[in-house]
């Protein structure tokens, strides 16, 4: 069963501070990993990697996946209260077929106060 | 831009109904997808839809669920006999396919069954 575990599971910072947000996985036959920050409701895309290594960068926010070690990392820098939201880690299997369903880890619930 | 809407936006419903849930996809997209989310948990995958067929579901879809594309722009997502344990927030999701391997979420419908 493919398997995604978020941590911290909460974080507290001041407006400013830079986080690191992490997502470790297990998953038969990967083909890729998407963050998605969650506010009010809908989930909404932020990145999805598939090779190792690479950044992929947008703003303030950046990500990198390694595919060796199993983990990816979400870094935002000079938060702002915007920021606030659940953060989610979701992986995709390459299973037959396109599918491509994910599976989510419980997600990171970011707090940045002003 | 375009996005994937949902109706309704919250649903009260007696155990034991029907409800169907609607959901358009963004328009040049061929994977449709519906996850749900039970309160405080995470975001679950229940099946995923692609050239007018289920191409995936997970053990939570039981007979009690069944989706359907009845038009070119409309995916429904229906649960004959509702129950208390059915209650979540539903999102609905899209794909592009070929190039685009993101989902995109709809807004979700909260279901409640009393």
């Known amino acids: 069963e493919d398997k995604v575990v978020q941590s911290p599971l909460s974080l507290v910072v001041h407006e400013g501070d830079t986080v690191t947000l992490n997502c470790s996985y297990e998953?038969?036959?990967?083909?890729?990993l998407l963050w998605y920050k969650q506010e009010k409701k809908a989930p909404t895309f932020l990145f999805m990697l598939?090779?190792?290594?690479i950044e992929k960068k947008s703003g303030r926010l950046s990500s990198i996946l390694d595919k060796k070690e199993l983990f990816s990392i979400l870094n935002i820098t000079a938060t702002q209260t915007g920021d606030s939201a659940i953060y989610l880690c979701a992986v995709s299997p390459r299973s037959g077929g396109s599918n491509y369903k994910l599976t989510f880890g419980k997600g990171t619930l970011l707090t940045v106060n002003p | 831009e375009p996005e994937v809407t949902q109706t309704p936006s919250h649903q009260v419903t007696q155990m034991g109904q029907e409800v169907i849930l609607r959901c358009v996809p963004i328009s040049n997209h061929l994977y449709f997808y519906w996850y749900r989310q039970i309160l405080g948990q995470k975001v679950e995958f229940l099946v995923s839809f692609y050239n007018n067929e289920i191409s995936e579901k997970s053990e939570i879809f039981d007979d009690q669920f069944s989706v359907e594309r009845p038009d070119g722009s409309n995916f429904t997502l229906k649960i004959r006999s509702t129950k208390l344990e059915d209650s979540a927030m539903y999102f609905c999701?899209?794909?592009?396919?070929?190039?685009?391997?993101?989902?995109?979420f709809g807004p979700g419908t909260r279901l409640t069954v009393t």
């Open positions: 998953v038969t036959n990967f083909r890729s």
């Open positions: 999701a899209s794909r592009k396919g070929l190039a685009g391997n993101e989902q995109y």
């Open positions: 598939t090779s190792s290594g």
